[in-house]
């Protein structure tokens, strides 16, 4: 069958809007009830205290699981997953640790997902070791050698600028440069 002899054929057409009709109902019940759904939130760190950065350990994911109108989790699915956590609301541990509780935790849930209910939370805590980031200054040091074109003369020494820069990170990479 060609495209002409399906537009022509009664029997067919009415397959198809029948189809569609069928289709169209079948999506407006089963998303107008409440689903669970889970979500995989990629984590951001803001605020961070002063001359202090994130560690490589800390972690990067944070999977939970909400309750919602099919349509609200529809929508939800194609924005952005990422999670922002202010560093500042945590409670700051002794050895370079800021620690968040699960209340912490799903108020900012709250705040990124509003339409839903958050259920749980694959932890209980989260756990955000940071780094002190040190400076250390360091002589720039020319090893090399030049040459130059034909018919070139070098007058006077060679000079370097910067004459020395500054590094700024975490202190055990720091002290091993």
């Known amino acids: 069958m060609n495209l002409l002899e399906v537009k022509r054929n009664q029997k067919i057409r009415s397959f198809l809007f029948f189809l569609l009709l069928a289709t169209t109902i079948w999506f407006l019940t089963k998303f107008s009830k409440p689903l669970v ?15 202090t950065l994130v560690s490589p350990d800390a972690p990067q994911k944070l999977l939970i699981t909400v309750n919602a109108n099919g349509f609200k989790l529809l ?22 640790k800021i620690r968040f509780n699960q ?3 799903l108020a900012f849930c709250y ?13 209980k805590e989260l756990i955000v070791p940071v780094d002190r980031m040190s400076a250390k200054t360091i002589d720039v040091v020319f090893q090399g050698e030049v040459l130059l074109e034909k018919g070139f003369k070098l ?3 060679p000079q370097m600028k910067p004459r020395k820069i500054t590094l700024y990170g975490p202190s055990q990479m720091i002290d091993s440069i």
């Not at 929508?75 to 370079?96: H, I, P, Q, Y």
């Not at 705040?111 to 932890?123: E, G, L, M, Y």
């Open 103 to 105: 209340d912490q935790l």
């Open 111 to 123: 705040r990124k997902i509003p339409a839903a209910d958050v259920i749980s939370i694959n932890t």
């Open 37 to 51: 759904a889970e979500f995989q939130l990629n984590l951001e760190y803001s605020n961070l205290p002063e001359q």
């Open 155 to 157: 007058v006077g020494t």
């Open 75 to 96: 929508t939800e699915f194609f924005r952005d997953k990422s999670l922002v956590l202010d560093l500042s609301a945590g409670r700051v541990l002794e050895n370079n």
